[in-house]
């Protein structure tokens, strides 16, 4: 009987740990963010990315518990930021910071018109100024491992990578041109963490994008057949067989950070206290 009580223990201190971490991620989002529905608590653990990390040494990376937005940013909340910090106006950004085609989709620098919705998730946005919006809100970009862990999830399993039916869905996506209309963020089921859009919706900046093919070996770096767009992506890959989680990784490490596209956009994530 001892035993068993010390077990229950040991579970309900893991639990009310746990539970305090996420009731501080939420509080953080409400005081820093808006209102704390827009956040989801992710517990974090082992993750085994599909890139070949120097650092892991072939093991699972860990995730510590984070927060990360339900959907991705919409034009409407982007457009509260462009107003609240208008040096992020697509006439006044700075060259340096984002391209021409910076929110090209926009009537004009302080208005969305008929082509961009209020609750359309944002495209043609630079990784500069994503990053602007999530520190203006006390958040910040979820780096490479903290969205893949995340997206690694379908409806009913955390980590759904080696489900036939869940890459074949990715892939199906990625296979539709982009030159249609967004529908709204949030319509698709949330994931098994309560996550929604990762998928299906548009591609999404990272924090450490620009690093997902440069090897840890300096020598690499030289070498020109290493350089190459696919043999680069191929030789990063553990997993060969993700070919949804290659194309990602192709994709992001083709662009500079001033760089906005038809079909990029972001959410924040916050760290855990």
Request: a positive charge; proline letters at 6%.
């Amino acid at each position: 009987a001892s035993m068993h009580v010390r077990r229950w223990k040991t579970l309900m201190r893991a639990t009310l740990a746990g539970c305090l971490v996420f009731a501080c991620i939420a509080a953080g989002a409400a005081i820093a963010g808006g209102a704390a529905s827009r956040y989801v608590g992710l517990p974090g653990g082992g993750f085994r990315t599909a890139l070949r990390y120097e650092d892991y040494k072939g093991k699972p990376a860990r995730v510590a518990p984070f927060a990360l937005m339900r959907t991705p940013v919409t034009n409407g909340q982007f457009l509260e930021f462009v107003r609240a910090h208008p040096e992020w106006r697509r006439d006044r950004v700075p060259q340096v910071f984002a391209e021409q085609r910076y929110l090209r989709h926009w009537a004009a620098p302080d208005a969305l018109g008929a082509d961009a919705k209020p609750d359309q998730p944002v495209t043609w946005v630079s990784w500069f100024a994503a990053d602007a919006y999530c520190r203006s809100i006390d958040a910040r970009l979820p780096t490479w491992i903290e969205w893949e862990y995340a997206a690694a999830a379908d409806e009913t399993h955390r980590d759904a990578r080696k489900v036939p039916a869940w890459r074949e869905r990715i892939l199906a996506w990625y296979s539709r041109p982009s030159n249609q209309a967004l529908p709204r963020a949030g319509l698709q089921a949330p994931n098994a963490y309560g996550v929604q859009d990762l998928h299906g919706l548009v591609w999404e900046w990272t924090d450490d994008f620009s690093s997902l093919l440069v090897a840890g070996d300096n020598r690499d770096q030289g070498d020109p057949d290493k350089k190459q767009f696919c043999g680069a992506g191929a030789l990063s890959m553990d997993d060969r067989d993700n070919y949804a989680v290659l194309m990602r990784v192709a994709m992001l490490s083709s662009l500079e950070a001033r760089d906005a596209t038809t079909n990029l956009g972001f959410r924040c994530a916050r760290s855990a206290p």
